[in-house]
Structure formats: C-alpha cells, structure tokens
Nanobody
Framework: QVQLVESGGGLVQAGGSLRLSCAAS????????MGWFRQAPGKEREFVAA????????YYADSVKGRFTISRDNAKNTVYLQMNSLKPEDTAVYYC???????????????WGQGTQVTVSS
C-alpha cells in the first residue's frame, strides 16, 4: 500500500510560481511511475504531467508544456511539480498518483493523494 500526501498549494497571482510536492510512503517508491492530475470546479479530472520510475522520461499535457516541470527525488520518496507562469485557468485541486506497474508511466494509476488547492488570481 502506498500513501501519497500533496503539499505546496496556495493562492498566487497570474504569472507567479508554485512548487507542489508529493511525499510517498513505502520502500519501493523508486519503482512507481508518478503522475500529477488536476480537477477544476465543474470539470473532469485531467492529466497534467507524468514521470517514469527512473525520472528519465517525462510527459506533459499541451496546456502546461513549457511552464510546468515534473521531477522526482527517489531518495526522499518525493515527486515535485514546478509550476511557472501560472494562469487563472490553472486553478484547480492538484492530485498526485502512483502506478504499481513500473512501465505504466501514463497509467493506469493505483494510488491517489487527497489533493492540494491551487488558486491563480488574475
């Protein structure tokens, strides 16, 4: 079983930056592909970014490409989402997720965190 806890959300002005963290429990964190998703009010949850178990491969939604960066520190059991040039449309609850399948970088994901709110004001 893996537990995921997100942090780092908050209120920021458009054009600003935030860094989200997702701390994972479990000895085998380094074997889990990880992803970030978000859900805005009244909308479905959508994919934001993903990173392979080694960190060697990353994937992004077109809407965040060039502004967001996903990374991981396997020694700290933590995955990060650096968000720059934030826009009001980035406002959402952000969730991290982990997959049991070492090669399933793009899912399906088996474990989910509780989410952290990101609000971008215009």
């Amino acid at each position: 079983q893996v537990q995921l806890v997100e942090s780092g959300g908050g209120l920021v002005q458009a054009g600003g930056s935030l860094r989200l963290s997702c701390a994972a429990s479990g000895r085998t964190f380094s074997s889990y592909p990880m992803g970030w998703f978000r859900q805005a009010p009244g909308k479905e949850r959508e994919f934001v970014a993903a990173i392979s178990w080694s960190g060697g491969n990353t994937y992004y939604a077109d809407s965040v490409k060039g502004r967001f960066t996903i990374s991981r520190d396997n020694a700290k059991n933590t995955v990060y989402l650096q968000m720059n040039s934030l826009k009001p449309e980035d406002t959402a609850v952000y969730y991290c997720a982990a997959s049991n399948d070492i090669i399933a970088t793009l899912g399906p994901y088996d474990y989910w965190g509780q989410g952290t709110q990101v609000t971008v004001s215009s």
